[in-house]
């Protein structure tokens, strides 16, 4: 990894788990790690109860839009986290994986996104924890 890493969310649509991942590492981390998502087969749209559970805990993910996945977004990215996308995500030596199951929040309401929200959150922690340098 390079001094700024990078990290590549992917979930099958690219509108609810990477989205709220991608929001909460961008959140935290500022602008000390690269941060991207896509889907296997996107979404036209963010899911909106993901926008709304994310606006409760003050990130915005409104101008994000769901993108497909590309080889060299994947190729190029230091750590690449899969939710739940199974044998449609490539795999590309070198790279670092984790797979995260997590609930899938599309057609749930808001109550049903905030566990999956908040889940997502204490990862996207550990992720970043492990990311960061020991000083």
């Known amino acids: 990894m390079t001094d700024k890493p990078s990290v590549l969310f992917v979930c099958v649509h690219n509108a609810g788990r990477s989205q709220m991942a991608a929001g909460w590492l961008r959140h935290l981390a500022g602008d000390?790690?690269?941060?991207?998502?896509?889907?296997?087969?996107?979404a036209d749209t963010v899911n909106p109860a993901a926008v709304q559970a994310m606006r409760e805990v003050g990130i915005d993910i409104t101008d994000q839009t769901p993108r497909i996945l590309e080889y060299a977004t994947a190729l190029s990215s230091d750590v690449i986290v899969t939710m739940g996308c199974g044998d449609t995500c490539p795999v590309f030596p070198g790279r670092r994986y984790e797979e995260w199951t997590l609930d899938d929040?599309?057609?749930?309401?808001?109550?049903?996104?905030?566990?999956?929200?908040?889940?997502?959150?204490?990862?996207?922690?550990?992720?970043?924890?492990?990311?960061r340098p020991t000083r």
């Open 32 to 42: 000390t790690v690269e941060v991207r998502s896509a889907g296997s087969a996107p």
């Open 105 to 131: 929040p599309a057609g749930q309401g808001v109550a049903a996104v905030r566990p999956i929200r908040d889940e997502i959150r204490e990862r996207v922690e550990r992720l970043l924890a492990d990311l």
